[in-house]
């Protein structure tokens, strides 16, 4: 009876997950909103391919090295204060974003909103680690992860109206207030979270944040999240432009395509938690990495084709893609000791921060626009997606092989009767 408790959400957990996930909707929505607006906003602004695909991936190499600067000082303090203070930079440099009049101003709010936004999404992987035990966090990162499919199903086809309506700084507008909002709610009912520094080491920042980097078993987790991200986010930006310009979409049918991905995700990712709980993290893992390079070969090679047909396409790649986001989440929490927790959370950040804007900005470099708007070379950025999602599944059970071997993290991640190797499993 006790082992079921354990396995329960309490009250508090419930409502901790729920205004992280809000938050954590708003960070990926602030990245995201870009790529949609993509057609509108090249034309707007008069930029090409390349300049918009960078506008996208500063925000990435912003947050990457708001993680690395994070990772020395994140486990030294409170972690509910952390995540006030930075979420109150993030809200003003999306505020930023708002009013930028123009390319130049708009990328260097969106370099600040980044590096802050980073830091956010960091600290709340930690303290989900912390607040949930091993056996709750495919649950709690399956909600978690519902913020990717609510910002599909809510704020970008919201944010796409808003644009073709009012401009492209509407939405930016949008996601500052309801950022307000959200801060009011972390203030009033996130608990202090402040276990770890009872039994965290002395060290300084710059020292603390050698010794994570520096761990065989962290890089290894840092090498195999680098992958993941690199091949998940190359096809993200300009897939507004490709819906357009090669599946011959109309720009009233984006929304529709959005919306109803994002339901499916919002449905998905939470079934997605509880069936890492129930098969494993790595078993997901590689249901999802063969799904998703058989279902981009086919969504990269389309031409003129329905809407509902791109739909179902598109859904049937995201099962993929929640799968392998929900279970690596899971397996990256196992990684770091209890003292190492923040800095580790917030290296992962950056470095799966970094490779997403390598990704959004070798995505520019590879696909390139005729003439008649058409994108030409998205085949081929398809087949770098697919290395890249196979080379993963090794690093990610080299990840799995550490794992094992680490008899201590049993007690620190299980039930005493669980043995470590149920990670594999």
Known sequence: MQKEEKKKF??????????????????????????????????????????????????????????????GFADMFDRKKLLVLFTGGFILGTLLCAMAPNYEVLVVARIFAGGLGGIVSSVSYAIITDLFEARQRGRAMGFFQMAFGASQVLGIPVGLFLANRFGW?????????????????LVKFIPSVAGHL??????????????????????????????????????????????????????????????ALGVFMIIAAPLSGKLCDSVGPFRLFVTGSVLC??????????????????????????????????????????????????????????????SGGIA???????????????????????????????????????VVLYLRARVTVTENYFNKSVKIKEAQE
């Not at 998940?232 to 529709?256: C, Q, R, T, W």
């Open 360 to 398: 959004s900005y070798v995505a520019g470099l590879v696909v390139t626009q005729s003439g008649n708007g058409r994108l030409e070379h998205y085949s081929d950025l398809g087949n770098i997606v697919i290395a890249t999602m196979i080379l993963s599944v090794g690093l990610m059970y080299w």
């Open 293 to 354: 390079v058989i279902l981009v070969r086919i969504y990269t090679t389309l031409g003129i084709t329905p809407l509902w047909s791109c739909i179902a396409v598109v859904i049937a790649l995201f099962t993929g893609v929640i799968f392998r986001q929900v279970s690596a989440g899971v397996l990256m929490s196992m990684v770091p000791e209890t003292e190492d927790r923040g800095a580790f959370m917030s290296l992962n950040s950056a470095f799966q921060q970094i």
């Open 198 to 259: 009872n039994e965290k080491r002395q060290r300084r920042a710059i020292q603390h944040l050698k010794d994570a980097i520096s761990n065989p078993g962290y890089l290894r987790a840092f090498l195999s999240i680098t992958l993941l991200t690199t091949g998940g986010f190359m096809l993200i930006p300009l897939g507004s432009a490709y819906g357009v310009h090669n599946l011959g979409l109309k720009m009233d049918e984006l929304p529709v395509l959005y919306g």
């Open 169 to 185: 700084h509407s939405p930016f507008w949008l996601i500052t207030l309801c950022g307000m909002m959200i801060a009011v709610a």
């Open 10 to 71: 309490t009250r508090q957990q419930k409502l901790t997950i729920v205004i992280l996930a809000l938050l954590q909707f708003l960070i990926i929505l602030d990245f995201m909103v870009l790529s949609p607006l993509g057609a509108i906003m090249m034309k707007e602004l008069q930029i090409t391919t390349a300049r918009f695909s960078m506008a996208v991936s500063v925000y990435a190499f912003s947050a990457c090295a708001g993680g690395l600067v994070a990772a």
